[in-house]
DNA sequence: GCGCCTTGTGTGACCGGTCACATTCATGCG
DNA sequence: CGCATGAATGTGACCGGTCACACAAGGCGC
């Protein structure tokens, strides 16, 4: 223990090796498990360790070894549910590999913020996790230098990608795809999409399940409204729908949006789900909570987090290949704000 | 620029050097903007510099220089709106000065496991940020070593600290005054609160701000309902209270615990505001969509965030003098959940 | 013309680890 | 019994920067 008080600089390794009457190589060797090293030595060093207090310095190791043991999440956002519940699990898995979790907002969508983003993540060394939900992630994610280890987290790829991509995903495809069913199976003649900013491409995973369902079960393929992230894109693609009285069941792209969605309705005095069905996405912890609760899919953005670490450190490291493209299954939540479309249509 | 593709080791200060004709410590120079260059020999490296794409290696500068240019921020969580509010301002400010900002999640409260996170954030080298509004934060805040340059974002303090004391907080005490006032001003006996974890200990600020308000009132003390983080905290508070007729406004730590009391009181057939008021705690995006919408107080996380960094900046680099204690002015936000009490009472 | 200060540049050591190789000593085997 | 082999340990260089200092050249005062 270190009982002088004094803010000293820390025990380096060769302090210890003074210490302990061996060279700094052996003590090296003691902190790595190096198998030769005579047991009554490696006692010596250990108890020289304990008694200076002795902490590798991480920055000398990732100088000297190239490994440096760390992860920087690029993301657009960190206070939106998804994104901040992926960031937790990656942390999570992180701190169980202890890794070190660095992480850089992605504030502008525009190439050259971006381009310098992804720099400043490559600086910081270690390997790279993009969040790319929406364009500055897509964007970022395609700007990153060959060579340096990356996983994104993406929407469902449109089409099987080849083995070993670096990718992680939830499948918010069929995700869209079931909850837009669960509204058609109710008797909606259609329904209606608000979508978060990327998914307006033609491409989206979202869009593209939602559509897929449409179109199997015959229903007309409004356009689909853009959002943005927050309540207050909701509301406003809300009051455009809530105008419109063909309108009675509408899909959000995410619980937040869809939360304006239900104010947009209840200011124009459209019931739900009376008149109109409103399903989310995610499971946010709020959407049981509203009135009325939120029918929603939920998606495990923890455990997305962890299974992108968890490729991230088998491309690190040449440890325990990981599955390939560890998938969690989307689970529909059938809540108060779904129901049957009115009678009288 | 670096046209041929390989990826090979990138350009190191002496490759440069190299590239220029000079010594590496006139590349250092120019790096860092020393004066005694010679303008033609700073141009030379410059170019050299350009052409090989060099990039200063941040680990090397690291353990060279000792600075390491780095935050990490401690939390106990990452999906709540204030905590996620924090942190994006934190690294909003720490990109502005090109600081790199790592993250650790304190996932359980007991002394050890807070322990070894500190220490891991001390590891990483740079300064530390402690966000210790829950216990987990307070314990950790207390547990980082002397020496160790740390900023602490808390509640405000019951006693005006010594200057210069590294905390930055909101004024949540008077917001929790002015919210309390509110209620009280319009006509409500008195004032019920749902605390967050941190907040059940007497000397909570949210705590003795509503405390002060009822006193200064003359109105009668309840006992705070102890909830948690969560809108499934709120709602367990909520049935709690919403059996009891006397009550009639209630005041919450948050405003997702907010939107539990809201689910509550809707589910046991208590209008908002008709017969109970509620008010929040933050305004969170989705306060002003909820229905009905949410009384709350608005808190400048983000600028929180910010002069947390902005107060560590200054401790790292004897730069410019911070302002001691940077408060943000909470403002109370009146929305539909408050109103007078029912009549007949 | 000599010393002295300033400007511009180079050299060597260092930060705290790792890596490749050298060295020592005990052991096994032909 | 001599030598190859392996275990246990030490030495020097290196990662990519910074820092302290040495040193040469040019300008100035006297």
Redesign the interface.
């Known amino acids: 223990m270190n009982v002088t008080?004094h803010?000293r600089r820390p025990a380096s390794i060769r302090d210890v090796a003074t210490a302990a009457g061996v060279s700094y190589q052996t003590v090296s060797r003691v902190i790595n498990g190096h198998p030769s090293v005579r047991p009554s030595t490696r006692e010596r060093v250990l108890a020289a360790i304990d008694e200076l207090g002795f902490?590798r310095?991480?920055?000398?190791l990732?100088?000297a070894s190239g490994r440096?043991r760390a992860v920087t999440v690029l993301t657009a956002?960190?206070?939106h549910?998804g994104y901040?519940?992926i960031?937790?699990g990656i942390?999570?898995a992180a701190?169980a590999a202890?890794y070190?979790?660095?992480?850089?907002?992605l504030?502008s969508a525009e190439d050259a913020a971006v381009a310098a983003?992804v720099?400043?993540a490559a600086?910081?060394?270690g390997g790279l996790i993009v969040i790319a939900y929406d364009p500055a992630g897509v964007r970022a994610l395609g700007a990153v230098p060959?060579?340096l280890p990356v996983v994104g987290v993406v929407e469902t790829p449109a089409s099987p990608p080849a083995g070993g991509s670096p990718w992680v995903w939830a499948d918010d495809r069929e995700a869209a795809y079931q909850a837009t069913r669960h509204l058609l199976a109710l008797g909606h003649e259609t329904v209606h999409y608000v979508a978060i900013p990327s998914s307006t491409r033609r491409t989206s995973a979202r869009t593209s399940g939602w559509r897929q369902a449409l179109k199997e079960a015959g229903a007309p393929e409004p356009r689909p409204v853009q959002g943005s992230w927050?309540?207050?894109g909701?509301?406003a693609a809300g009051l455009k729908l809530a105008r419109d009285p063909s309108v009675s069941a509408i899909l959000c792209g995410n619980d937040?949006l869809a939360?304006?969605v239900?104010?947009a309705l209840?200011e124009v005095g459209r019931p739900v789900p009376g008149e109109v069905s409103v399903a989310g996405f995610d499971d946010a912890?709020?959407a049981?909570?509203?009135?009325p609760?939120l029918t929603t899919v939920r998606l495990d953005f923890t455990g997305l987090g962890r299974a992108a670490f968890g490729l991230l450190h088998g491309v690190l490291e040449e440890s325990a290949p990981v599955a390939p493209h560890p998938v969690s299954v989307p689970e529909l939540v059938v809540r108060e704000s779904s129901g049957p479309p009115p009678a009288d249509r």
Chains 1, 2 share one sequence.
């Open positions: 008080g803010t902490r310095n991480a920055t000398a990732a100088l440096s956002n960190t206070t549910y901040a519940s960031l937790q942390e999570e701190r202890s070190a979790v660095g992480i850089g907002v504030e983003e720099q400043r600086d910081a060394g060959a060579g927050g309540p207050a909701g509301h937040d939360l304006g239900l104010r209840h912890p709020h049981a909570f509203l009135t609760s």
